[in-house]
């Protein structure tokens, strides 16, 4: 695979386009995100506030229907996931780059990101114990369906984004070499779909795990709760 | 579909750091300053409740006064109201009471104009009646009627009382004492003597006697004792009648 291939090395680690093409993402979202949010205004917002704020709003909110009492927590990591894994899918439409998100390797470690952040905020919200509790309710039986669920729920993740997006290259490619230079047109703009549906996917599919999570916890508490009140 | 570990790690560390920057660059300053002007529009709120809250207990202060002036307007409208009835009563009580003065002080003076007028009609009719009796009495004086009222004085000069008597004898003890007889006609010589005669019987002693006449006497006797005067004659009766007549009414 093209992806793979090294660009420089930095003693015994290769760096791909992947990483280098990452970098440049992180660079412009830095960048572009430290120049809007130099002066923001409190009265009057320019356009370029408006929009930002309009985008992080968009993220809360969808963060709120989901967990409303914690979109403000997950606000940083589920936007990240949504405007990283956007642009990165988005970023193979122009001509040079490649998508990071086509590379199994940056799905992966985003699927495990993912995977251990459903953890970390499950353990953070209800504590170490109450949270590996709940893989053995309602039954212990069922702890190795709940490890295999989390894992191929995780292998899922990586795969969907990265087949789903190396398949819209590959398609934007073959059509460009055999129909020309403006048919694959209809095609980009399907690949434009297609990139941002994916990233929500993406986001979404992370925020119910995590939400997942935490509810299990708060729905066990409860039911804990609900037994020990109608103890006599 | 291979894995290259480097890119794996690599990526996760790109995508904490990647978290980071924008945790640090976008989500903090954009949630802050949402969250400001949440703040703003809060407080702007919270001001405009408060200030409704404050109008709703001006508008409520406002009405309350505004009750109470009219309850201090009605109050001050009846004691104004009472204060014009009893002033209207008073005036009304003092107008009447000089309306009342002014009838009596009218009344008064109608009856006191009345009066002059009677007394004046009554006056000029005494007069009327004097000129009458006058003209009618000198048409019927004559020796005969005059002599007939020397009769009648010498009758009355006898019936005199003993009160006017001894006043006309201590007028007649002046021994220059003259007792003058006017009459409208020439007395002879037996009327003289009978009048000389009565005088000094009941004056006490003899006294000197003038005689004259008077025609203006018309009929009668006129005797003159110092400052007494006896007479009987129809001037001195008429004015006498007139005089009295006036007497009385005045």
């Given at each position: 695979?093209?992806?793979?291939?090294?660009?420089?090395?930095?003693?015994?680690?290769?760096?791909?386009?992947?990483?280098?093409?990452?970098?440049?993402?992180?660079?412009?979202?830095?960048?572009?995100?430290?120049?809007?949010?130099?002066?923001?205004?409190?009265?009057?917002?320019?356009?370029?506030?408006?929009?930002?704020?309009?985008?992080?709003?968009?993220?809360?909110?969808?963060?709120?229907?989901?967990?409303?009492?914690?979109?403000?927590?997950?606000?940083?990591?589920?936007?990240?996931?949504?405007?990283?894994?956007?642009?990165?899918?988005?970023?193979?439409?122009?001509?040079?780059?490649?998508?990071?998100?086509?590379?199994?390797?940056?799905?992966?470690?985003?699927?495990?990101?993912?995977?251990?952040?459903?953890?970390?905020?499950?353990?953070?919200?209800?504590?170490?114990?109450?949270?590996?509790?709940?893989?053995?309710?309602?039954?212990?039986?069922?702890?190795?369906?709940?490890?295999?669920?989390?894992?191929?729920?995780?292998?899922?993740?990586?795969?969907?984004?990265?087949?789903?997006?190396?398949?819209?290259?590959?398609?934007?490619?073959?059509?460009?070499?055999?129909?020309?230079?403006?048919?694959?047109?209809?095609?980009?703009?399907?690949?434009?779909?297609?990139?941002?549906?994916?990233?929500?996917?993406?986001?979404?599919?992370?925020?119910?795990?995590?939400?997942?999570?935490?509810?299990?916890?708060?729905?066990?508490?409860?039911?804990?709760?609900?037994?020990?009140?109608?103890?006599? | 579909?291979?894995?290259?570990?480097?890119?794996?790690?690599?990526?996760?560390?790109?995508?904490?750091?990647?978290?980071?920057?924008?945790?640090?660059?976008?989500?903090?300053?954009?949630?802050?300053?949402?969250?400001?002007?949440?703040?703003?529009?809060?407080?702007?709120?919270?001001?405009?409740?408060?200030?409704?809250?404050?109008?709703?207990?001006?508008?409520?202060?406002?009405?309350?006064?505004?009750?109470?002036?009219?309850?201090?307007?009605?109050?001050?409208?009846?004691?104004?109201?009472?204060?014009?009835?009893?002033?209207?009563?008073?005036?009304?009580?003092?107008?009447?009471?000089?309306?009342?003065?002014?009838?009596?002080?009218?009344?008064?003076?109608?009856?006191?104009?009345?009066?002059?007028?009677?007394?004046?009609?009554?006056?000029?009719?005494?007069?009327?009646?004097?000129?009458?009796?006058t003209?009618?009495?000198g048409?019927?004086a004559?020796?005969?009627?005059?002599?007939?009222?020397?009769?009648?004085?010498?009758?009355?000069?006898?019936?005199?009382?003993?009160?006017?008597?001894?006043?006309?004898?201590?007028?007649?003890?002046?021994?220059?004492?003259?007792?003058?007889?006017s009459s409208a006609?020439?007395?002879?010589?037996?009327?003289?003597?009978?009048?000389?005669?009565?005088?000094?019987?009941?004056?006490?002693?003899?006294?000197?006697?003038?005689?004259?006449e008077l025609p203006g006497l018309l009929a009668g006797?006129r005797?003159?004792?110092?400052?007494?005067?006896?007479?009987?004659n129809f001037t001195d009766?008429?004015a006498?009648?007139?005089?009295?007549?006036?007497?009385?009414?005045?």
């Amino acid at each position: 695979m093209e992806a793979l291939s090294v660009i420089f090395s930095i003693g015994p680690f290769g760096i791909t386009r992947t990483v280098v093409t990452t970098w440049g993402i992180m660079l412009v979202l830095g960048v572009g995100s430290w120049l809007a949010t130099r002066r923001l205004a409190v009265e009057q917002p320019g356009i370029i506030q408006a929009a930002l704020e309009g985008v992080v709003q968009a993220i809360e909110s969808a963060i709120a229907t989901v967990l409303p009492e914690r979109s403000t927590l997950l606000l940083p990591f589920v936007g990240t996931l949504w405007l990283f894994v956007a642009i990165a899918n988005l970023i193979g439409l122009v001509p040079g780059l490649h998508a990071p998100t086509g590379d199994l390797s940056t799905t992966a470690a985003l699927a495990i990101v993912v995977f251990l952040s459903v953890h970390w905020y499950g353990i953070r919200s209800a504590g170490l114990r109450a949270y590996l509790r709940h893989y053995l309710s309602p039954s212990p039986v069922l702890l190795p369906f709940h490890v295999l669920g989390e894992f191929s729920r995780t292998l899922a993740l990586a795969v969907r984004l990265f087949g789903n997006i190396m398949s819209l290259e590959m398609a934007a490619l073959l059509v460009l070499l055999v129909a020309g230079l403006l048919v694959p047109v209809p095609v980009l703009m399907l690949h434009v779909i297609e990139a941002l549906v994916q990233a929500y996917i993406f986001g979404m599919l992370a925020l119910i795990y995590i939400a997942g999570g935490m509810q299990s916890q708060a729905e066990q508490a409860s039911t804990q709760t609900n037994k020990n009140g109608n103890t006599p | 579909m291979n894995i290259d570990w480097t890119t794996f790690g690599l990526e996760i560390v790109n995508f904490l750091a990647l978290l980071w920057i924008l945790k640090r660059f976008l989500y903090k300053p954009v949630l802050e300053t949402l969250a400001q002007r949440r703040a703003g529009i809060d407080k702007t709120l919270s001001e405009a409740r408060e200030g409704e809250i404050k109008a709703q207990g001006l508008q409520a202060q406002y009405e309350s006064r505004l009750a109470d002036w009219g309850k201090e307007r009605a109050k001050a409208r009846s004691e104004l109201d009472t204060e014009i009835a009893l002033e209207r009563s008073r005036q009304m009580q003092s107008l009447a009471k000089e309306l009342a003065e002014e009838r009596a002080r009218n009344a008064a003076v109608d009856a006191h104009w009345q009066q002059e007028m009677q007394r004046e009609m009554e006056t000029a009719a005494l007069l009327q009646a004097q000129q009458f009796a006058t003209k009618l009495l000198g048409r019927l004086a004559s020796p005969t009627l005059e002599s007939r009222m020397v009769d009648l004085l010498l009758e009355d000069w006898a019936k005199l009382p003993d009160q006017q008597i001894s006043g006309l004898r201590a007028a007649a003890e002046d021994p220059a004492l003259a007792v003058r007889v006017s009459s409208a006609f020439p007395l002879d010589e037996v009327q003289r003597g009978r009048i000389i005669e009565a005088l000094n019987h009941r004056l006490g002693r003899p006294v000197e006697v003038l005689f004259e006449e008077l025609p203006g006497l018309l009929a009668g006797l006129r005797i003159s004792v110092g400052a007494w005067q006896l007479h009987l004659n129809f001037t001195d009766e008429l004015a006498s009648f007139a005089a009295g007549a006036n007497h009385v009414d005045g």
